[in-house]
């Protein structure tokens, strides 16, 4: 199947992909994680929630972590929306389209527009607003572990990814790059995008939907190896998944660490521009995995079998690794 034609004026406004709702076992064992390895910053902790944003990010939160006894799972990924004015406009547009998507309340968030594509496609919530808090950029004190930085984006596993490629890009998400299978010329991997990089949403073919992973950047390599070494300094060295090690384009460096649940987040370092109109995606085939991975080891078979599920969503069959091109 042929990628969908960019919609230039899309039907509102989707700004960036911007936030992950994730449940957790042991909110202790999790808050320990994702501030003192990660280096996340707590903006408010109720009851089983904890909600934490990045020490560059302004808005409330980026990640959400309700406890819950029930296996680990993503309740949605997040995108933000200009203002409430694009939130009632998507909201005419999905109901006009016959796609489901009803208003959630969230706390912090100024209207929410949970968005059900399919069975087939991640959950997604529309937000349009969020208080603001500050800056800890410079705040050298507050500053732990990786120093993460923003939350960049999410990669999904879907089975089908022409499908649910063409929900997104139907909203003005762009592709930056896609790879096709050799043996079927089917497309088994796209990047798109709403923001000045590469990618806000990852889909790759498999067992799903799924969560692969979550991606904060961080400043610089000694940032990335001090997470990791502090990683190892709480006896979660062998959480370190795959990496450090470098993707070829978008030029990303990165490491994949599992938290104390098995969700998997990527530090990466920032990456590469990608805005302009007349820009075209990258097309790669499943034997340009060199490329993808230019040295170093290869990602373990859990990182290509492994993702988190959506909770009270079937994804079926396991995770396969149909998406990874050969090296
Ligand atoms: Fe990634």
Known sequence: MAIPEVVRKPPFNITRASHVYLTVRDLDASRRFYTEILGLVVSAQEGGTL??????????????????DAPPACDAVGMRVTDAEELAL????????????????????????????????????????????????????????????RLDHYQCVVPDVDATAA????????????????????IVSIFLHRKNNPHDIVLAQGGGPRLHHFCYIVSDLAALLRACDVAASFGLGRNVEHGIGRHGPPNGVFAYLRDPDGHRIEL?????????????????????????????????QRWREEASSFAGVDAGEAPAARWLPQV
Not at 122 to 127: A, D, F, K, N, T
Request: glycine fraction near 8%; proline fraction near 9%.
């Open 51 to 68: 909600y934490l944003r990045g020490i560059e990010e302004a808005c409330h939160h980026s990640l959400v972590l309700r406890q819950d």
């Open 90 to 149: 998507a909201e005419d547009h999905f109901a006009r389209a016959g796609i489901t998507a009803r208003r959630v309340e969230r706390p912090y968030e100024n209207g929410t527009l949970r968005v059900t594509f399919d069975d087939r496609s991640p959950p997604v919530e529309l937000c349009a607003g969020m208080p603001l808090l500050p800056r800890l950029l410079n705040d050298y004190p507050a500053q732990k572990g990786g120093r993460a930085l």
């Open 167 to 186: 929900h997104f890009m139907a909203l003005g998400f762009r592709p930056s790059k896609f790879t096709t299978s050799v043996e079927t010329g089917q």
């Open 268 to 300: 990466g370092l920032p990456p590469m521009q990608y805005m302009d109109a007349e820009e075209r995606a990258n097309t790669w085939d499943s034997n340009q995995g060199q490329a993808l991975i230019p040295w170093g080891a290869l990602p373990p």
